[in-house]
């Protein structure tokens, strides 16, 4: 580890790293020359070798996922997925910004090996000057030949599409992406089929992830096997990792995978901040669960993290949480995001997650009961497309953050609820009643007592009075 | 005055311009649908809201219904139909912000302009508004402006003085996305 050398980083600190004459003259596009002479299968067979990981969350082989497209395809699309929203994740935000051009060469040579010939790149709407960034680089190369017609001669066309977001998490799930890219809401599509097989358009579509595509032409130029020996075994190649919350220094670094919490939080982020102690932290953007403190040595890569109870690597963005803070504090953040980014299509989940936000809210105003740990619980263990009750994995990620903490902090939990108890906040006897099953009786429910009229207003008058 | 019974056309919404530049966007897509994002981008850019009129001329050029529009539109909670504040700031209240006081910067500016968050100030500089990570955590706690300026790591000064920088009005624009 001693001599990794930085790759997807390397032009960051170069100044106007960002344009197409510097990106060239530090090697650029020499890797997509090469690609774009051979054979497309060729490609797919090295990107296979070098068993390239999606870097986006779920850690899918990049090399696998192309090979599903059907043989006998007559058009192929691409969708390059920047709608990088997990939470404490800004990797390909960098990536876009500082090397436009690296991204370009990725997913040209990512089309040519899949015979895309057109690529869509979905970026959120606030990655702004991402966007204006990438808008110009890919004028620059199209002036230069690197994209368009007949590029470098082999006879490959290809054109790259800007299409920005709208602010919706659930456009990072592909089928989401693909079904807002047509113009429709972000919904998920029910899989099978898969888009390499029917995606965008009703058309056969790959969809990846900015780093993912980023670490193609270097896999090219070096090889399968040099990808192969950084990072550890089952989990090759380099990652950025973002370290932000309760830290000295908010940094992204790339490091070859299978760096642990503690290194990154001593070695890069400067140590936790106000000279405090890690309380927990989250491994991988906020649905992959949590950490306590003792599991900090745990190596950030596909395998590893599913010992200690996390969902998976993710997107491996570290947020640190300091021992002043409340782990309540910790969930009902984590709760009222999915609460709000849920959109909506599943019922165990559009319900599910705004469950998990009412009752960590009534917690924390006061009205928490020990009863409602065990429920969150409960709820938590069937929601998800792990117990195969959603299209989508949005709900396992809202579920895992409750999972971790209530089991990892339970003590804690109780705690605050046995200090943290306020009468106004509790729930009503109606409410207990029905938390009971007693089914509610016409004659005997009381309804709330109303205000006086005199106080009563209209909803256009609250504003006023505020 | 017209009669009720033979009302005149009502006016475009949408400018010459506008239609143009949606239209131009039609070539890049295998189905005219696919352009409804980019064009609400377009409309919202221009008119900083997406009234339903534009919804429905939106509609028509892209030979879809009005209600495929608003259907895509009313999904993402992005488009208002009343016009927004000359700048639109979110500030973040994901993990990484809120654990170095995001919700309290939110809150504090909310006091500071006497507006609740998704409200424009009176003099229709600012519209202020909540958002869920911005990917803008090396900066958090952090705050965006819809022309691009990032603003972090913030605290209670810092928030004044953006409030302050952002008052004055929009960055010139060095790169206008089409």
Same mark, same amino acid.
């Given at each position: ?466 | ?36 994002? /980019?064009?609400?981008?377009?409309? @919202? %850019?221009?008119?900083? &809201? ?5 919804? #429905?001329?939106? +509609? ?61 100030? /009176?003099?229709?500089?600012?519209? @202020? %508004?909540?958002?869920? &990570? ?5 900066? #958090?706690?952090? +705050? ?35």
């Amino acid at each position: 580890m001693a001599n990794f050398e930085p790759v997807l980083s390397r032009n960051f600190s170069v100044p106007e790293g960002h344009t197409l004459k510097v990106y060239e003259s530090r090697g650029g596009y020499q890797a997509a020359r090469k690609a774009l002479a051979s054979d497309p299968d060729a490609v797919i067979t090295t990107v296979k070798d070098s068993e390239l990981r999606g870097r986006g969350g779920a850690g899918f082989p990049t090399g696998l996922k192309w090979t599903f497209l059907p043989k006998d395809r007559k058009e192929t699309l691409m969708c390059i997925n920047a709608d990088e929203s997990e939470p404490a994740t800004f990797n390909n935000r960098l990536l876009m910004e500082k090397d436009p051009h690296q991204l370009i060469e990725g997913i040209l040579i990512s089309c040519f090996a899949t015979r895309a010939a057109t690529a869509y790149l979905y970026i959120r709407f606030e990655y702004i000057d991402a966007a204006a960034i990438l808008e110009r680089a890919i004028a620059e190369a199209r002036a230069a030949g690197h994209l368009g017609k007949n590029i470098y001669g082999s006879g490959f066309d290809l054109e790259i599409y800007v299409h920005r977001g709208a602010g919706a998490y659930i456009c990072g799930e592909e089928t989401g992406l693909i079904e807002s890219l047509e113009g429709k809401r972000g919904w998920p599509r029910i899989k099978p089929p898969f888009p390499a097989i029917e995606g965008a358009f009703r058309k056969p579509t790959v969809v990846n992830n900015v780093e993912t595509l980023c670490c193609v032409p270097h896999i090219i130029e070096r090889g399968a096997g040099w990808f192969k020996s950084i990072g550890t075994p089952k989990s090759y190649g380099p990652k950025l990792y973002c370290v932000s919350g309760a830290v000295n220094k908010q940094v992204c670094v790339e490091l070859p995978l299978g760096v642990t919490t503690r290194a990154l939080i001593e070695e890069h982020a400067g140590g936790v901040w106000k000279g405090r102690k890690a309380k927990a932290a989250v491994p991988g953007g906020i649905s992959m669960g949590l950490l306590s403190a003792d599991e900090l040595d745990v190596p950030l890569d596909f395998e590893s993290l599913r010992l200690p109870g996390c969902l998976g690597l993710g997107t491996a963005a570290v947020t640190v949480i300091d021992d002043q803070t409340s782990i309540v504090d910790y969930l009902y953040n984590c709760c009222r995001f999915f609460a709000h980014e849920s959109c909506g299509q599943c019922t165990p989940c559009r319900e599910g997650t705004s469950w998990f936000y009412k009752t960590i809210k009534r917690m924390k105003a006061g009205g928490g009961r020990l009863q409602d740990l065990d429920v969150m619980l409960h709820m938590a263990n069937n929601l998800g497309i792990i117990p195969g009750t959603t299209i989508c994995g949005l709900a396992d990620g809202a579920a895992w953050p409750v999972k971790n903490a209530i089991t990892k902090y339970r003590a804690e939990f109780e705690d605050y609820i046995k200090t943290h108890q306020n009468s106004a906040a509790l729930p009503t006897a109606l409410q207990e009643r029905i938390a009971e099953g007693v089914r509610g009786d016409v004659d005997t429910i009381v309804l709330p007592v109303l205000p006086a009229a005199g106080v009563r207003h209209s909803p256009g008058k609250a504003a006023d009075a505020l | 005055m017209a009669s009720p019974t033979s009302p005149k056309a009502p006016a475009a919404v949408l400018t010459e311009g506008i239609r143009q530049r949606i239209l131009d966007l039609l070539p890049r897509y295998p189905r005219k649908q696919a352009a409804v994002l /980019p064009a609400l981008h377009l409309v @919202l %850019e221009h008119l900083r &809201c997406v009234p339903y009129a534009a919804m #429905a001329e939106i +509609a028509e050029l892209l030979e879809i219904t009005p209600a495929e529009v608003h259907d895509a539109m009313s999904f993402y909670g992005f488009f208002p139909q009343a016009p927004m504040g000359e700048c639109r700031v979110w500030i973040c209240r994901s993990l990484s912000c809120a654990l170095r006081g995001g919700d309290e910067l939110l809150e504090h500016a909310c006091q500071k302009l006497r507006i609740e968050p998704g409200q424009t100030t /009176p003099d229709g500089k600012i519209t @202020l %508004e909540f958002a869920e &990570c911005l990917g803008i955590c090396d900066f #958090a706690p952090a +705050a965006l402006v819809d022309d691009g300026r990032i603003f972090g790591p913030l605290d209670e000064a810092g928030v004044d003085a953006m409030l302050d920088t952002v008052k004055q009005g929009r960055k010139p624009t060095q790169a206008q996305v089409s």
